[in-house]
C-alpha cells in the first residue's frame, strides 16, 4: 500500500524557516516524480514545487520560487521542503503529492497526482 | 487568479446528476493539455477522481465520469451520493504559469 506521511509542520514566526519531510513507502520511491501541494485556510490547492526521480529537474510555483527548496533522498525514501523567509500568506496545509503515469497502448498520461498525504500544518504569524 | 476556473458551488438532490465545468485558456485546456479530477473532503488527503481527461483509476465508482473540449473541461457525477458531498478540483499543465495549476474548486453540496 503506498503511504506518504508528511512531518515537520508547526508554528513561526514571519521570516523564519521549516523543513518539511515527507517519509515515503509501499512503492519504488527513487522512480516517482514527487510533488509539493498546499491549501492555505478557505482557499483552494495550489501547487508549490516538484522534483523528477533523478533529481535532474526541479520547479517552484513563483509565489514560493527563491525562499523554498525542494530535495529528496533516495536512499532514506524520504522527500523534503526547506522553507526561508517565511510569511503569512505561506500559512497552510502543505502535502506531498506522488506523481502519477500510465500509457494504455496508444495514449501516455502524466503529469497527475495519484497519491497524497495528510498533511501538515504550517502556520506563519508572530 | 487560477489559470483554470470552476463554479464555487453545485448542488443536487440525492440521486441527480450534478455537472462541474472547469473553464481555461490557451496555454493549458486549450493547448491540449490533459485534465485531471481530484476530490477533497476537509480533513484529509484528495483523492484522484479522473486523469487524463476521462480515465477512472480503479476502485473510482463509474458514477464518475469527465470530457474535455476546446478550452474546458467538465465532471459529471451521476446518482449523487451523500457521500459525494465535497471539494473538486481540476488540474491540468499550463505553460505560462505553470507547470501545473489547479482549478478553483468546487464545493458539492447534497440537499
Known amino acids: 500500500e503506498v503511504q506518504l506521511v508528511e512531518s515537520g509542520g508547526g508554528l513561526v514566526k514571519p521570516g523564519g524557516s521549516l523543513r518539511l519531510s515527507c517519509a515515503a513507502s509501499?512503492?519504488?520511491?527513487?522512480?516517482?516524480?514527487m510533488n509539493w501541494v498546499r491549501q492555505a485556510p478557505g482557499k483552494g490547492l495550489e501547487w508549490v514545487s516538484f522534483?523528477?526521480?533523478?533529481?535532474?529537474?526541479?520547479y517552484y510555483a513563483d509565489s514560493v520560487k527563491g525562499r523554498f527548496t525542494v530535495s529528496r533522498d533516495n536512499a532514506k525514501n524520504s522527500l523534503y521542503l526547506q522553507m526561508n523567509s517565511l510569511r503569512a500568506e505561506d500559512t497552510a496545509v502543505y502535502y506531498c503529492?506522488?506523481?502519477?503515469?500510465?500509457?494504455?497502448?496508444?495514449?501516455?498520461?502524466?503529469?497527475?497526482?495519484?497519491?497524497w498525504g495528510q498533511g501538515t500544518l504550517v502556520t506563519v504569524s508572530s | 487568479q487560477s489559470a483554470l476556473t470552476q463554479p464555487p458551488s453545485v448542488s443536487g438532490a440525492p440521486g441527480q446528476r450534478v455537472t462541474i465545468s472547469c473553464t481555461g485558456s490557451?496555454?493549458?485546456?486549450?493547448?491540449?493539455?490533459?485534465v485531471h479530477w481530484y476530490q477533497h473532503l476537509p480533513g484529509t488527503a484528495p483523492k484522484l477522481l479522473i486523469y487524463?481527461?476521462?480515465n477512472r483509476p480503479s476502485g473510482v465508482p463509474d458514477r464518475f465520469s469527465a470530457s474535455k473540449s476546446g478550452t474546458s473541461a467538465s465532471l459529471a457525477i451521476t446518482e449523487l451520493q451523500a457521500e459525494d458531498e465535497a471539494d473538486y478540483y481540476c488540474?491540468?499543465?499550463?505553460?505560462?504559469?505553470?507547470?501545473?495549476?489547479f482549478g478553483t474548486g468546487t464545493k458539492v453540496t447534497v440537499l
Open positions: 490557451s496555454s493549458n485546456i486549450g493547448a491540449g493539455y490533459d
Open positions: 509501499g512503492f519504488a520511491f527513487s522512480t516517482y516524480t
Open positions: 487524463g481527461n476521462n
Open positions: 503529492a506522488r506523481e502519477g503515469g500510465v500509457c494504455d497502448g496508444t495514449n501516455c498520461y502524466t503529469g497527475y497526482f495519484d497519491s
Open positions: 488540474q491540468s499543465y499550463d505553460n505560462r504559469v505553470g507547470p501545473y495549476v
Open positions: 522534483v523528477r526521480a533523478n533529481t535532474d529537474s526541479i
